[in-house]
């Protein structure tokens, strides 16, 4: 089992441009959650999905971001009109069931320029 | 509001000391309490949870209701300790974790 896979591992955008972010959940998880860091700060809780259901998405900035995890494929974070303060360390983990262990991907740096 | 307090950002010991990296909480209902680690150019994982009530690697951690800490412990560093260490903590039963800020650990030769 390759792990939770996070591609890809750097993306530079500049202001205004999309970002899109993919994690490939450990085989046989169901349950992925994204994370963010900003520059010295902990990880901070975006949003936890479930095959084809977001089930909490209390992280997530109000505008210009979105998350989906279709029933084929990866995990997407897609951020519309990146600004410079998008720029962060963004963190996928994939468990097998609710409440079980979450799994980390190595992450993927955004820089806005 | 649940918060996670790492009140040292840096911490460095000499091989053979013992370590004690300190985490705060405050929760108003019962959490659950972790510990994760990143080491150098690697992914975060795992380290302990509180339920388990395991020592992993050597470190231990006891949850302090009264307190409200979940410090982590070893009684003597070795080199390939030095890493990034987060303190976490969830709703008993949920998946999603609030994190502290990190303290970075160096152990010295």
């Known amino acids: 089992n390759a792990g939770v896979m996070q591609n890809p591992r750097h993306l530079v955008r500049r202001r205004g441009q999309e970002a899109r972010l993919r994690c490939s959940p450990m085989?046989?998880?169901?349950?992925v959650y994204w994370y963010r860091q900003l520059p010295e700060e902990g990880l901070k809780f975006m949003v936890y999905?479930?095959?084809?259901?977001?089930?909490?998405e209390s992280g997530m900035p109000k505008e210009r971001f979105s998350a989906e995890f279709p029933k084929e494929g990866p995990s997407i974070l897609r951020i519309q009109q990146v600004v410079r303060g998008d720029s962060a360390a963004y963190f996928c983990?994939?468990?097998?069931?609710?409440?079980?262990?979450?799994?980390f991907g190595q992450g993927t740096r955004l820089t806005v320029v | 509001a649940q918060r996670v307090t790492q009140p040292e950002k840096l911490l460095s010991v000499f091989k053979g000391a013992p370590v004690e990296l300190k985490c705060n909480y405050s929760?108003?209902?019962?959490?659950?309490l972790f510990w994760y680690v990143q080491y150098s150019r690697q992914r975060l994982q795992l380290l302990l949870r509180?339920?388990s009530r395991e020592s992993i690697k050597g470190f231990t951690a006891d949850l302090n209701k009264g307190e409200t800490s979940f410090h982590l412990k070893k009684p003597f560093a070795q080199e390939e300790d030095s890493a990034m260490y987060y303190c976490?903590?969830?709703?008993?039963?949920?998946?999603?974790?609030?994190f502290g800020q990190g303290t970075r650990l160096t152990i010295n030769p």
């Open positions: 983990a994939s468990s097998p069931d609710r409440g079980t262990e979450a799994f």
């Open positions: 085989k046989g998880h169901s349950h």
């Open positions: 509180h339920i």
């Open positions: 976490a903590l969830s709703r008993q039963g949920a998946q999603k974790l609030v």
């Open positions: 999905l479930q095959k084809e259901n977001i089930i909490d």
């Open positions: 929760y108003s209902g019962s959490p659950e």
